[in-house]
């Protein structure tokens, strides 16, 4: 059994007009709240449990600078070593809030942070992992942005420009005053159609997202009854799923993979599942 989550955005706060004292409490307890509320879904699959997968944005602004470790990302840490001491695997996505990581993770945790789309299988089943912000339908100066952001050269430069941890700071200052959350109907029509995509050229059976903030699992139609979304479906089989995660940092939202695919939500009940699909 595989649990997929995404976008818990560690480390966001109210806007900094709130006073620096309240950003850092609220910050805190959030993270404190999240984090608990994932472990004790981890605990509750028991021994089934073989993976858990954070597809991205985990922390909402992380940068890494060896001498200036933000405490989400400590955080975070000690609860995925605690789900590697149960036994469990823990796979890492760079999202992109948090694409800019050093070694911090991959020493502490022995785990590669992986950041570019990942085929993984599940038995006899091919899933596409990945979690689709460089799928979403950017402009053209978004899309050369990341472009230049990817680039080795760019980290070293900003930490240059910004020593001491001041880069961390400003990119969480715009991450609280200007990053919408709101589910952007255009981005998630895109991604479902790049997941369509990936159905048909990749020959895999499950494509998995995050990104969108927008829970969703969706069935291949049938080619004679295919929307004109669907219309790049050539020869991928019926039973071709695409999942999104939706988010866990407000919606609590998860994807878990066995021999079904279920779309969940963690509530204080445990967890409730909003849609499955045979796999």
Sequence with gaps: MILIVSDLHLGKGPPSADGADKVSLTRSVNDH???????????????????????????????????????SVTKW???????QQMK???????????????????????????REPQIVKAG????WMEHGDSAAPNSGLVRFIRH???????????????PFGLGQQLAAFVSRNFSNFEPNPKTILGLKTYAFGLLRKERVDLVVMGHCHNASLDKMAPLDKMAPLDRMRTDSSENSLYANTGDWYESRTFVLISD???????TSKGMSVLQQEIF
């Excluded at 509750?44 to 200036?68: H, Q, R, W």
């Design 124 to 127: 006899d089943k091919r899933i």
């Design 88 to 114: 469990v695997k823990v796979s890492f996505f760079a999202g992109n809030h948090d694409r800019w990581h050093g070694n911090y993770i991959r020493e502490t945790l022995s785990i590669d942070v992986r």
């Design 260 to 266: 079904s695919v279920q779309l969940c939500r963690w």
């Design 148 to 162: 230049v952001s990817d680039q080795p050269w760019a980290l070293v430069l900003y930490k240059l420009v910004l």
């Design 77 to 83: 840490t000690r609860a995925a070593a605690e789900i």
């Design 33 to 71: 709240q999240s984090l608990a509320d994932l472990l004790e879904c981890v605990r509750s699959m028991g021994p089934e449990l073989n993976e858990v997968v954070f597809l991205g944005d985990t922390f909402d602004a992380f940068i890494e600078y060896k001498s200036s470790i933000p405490d």
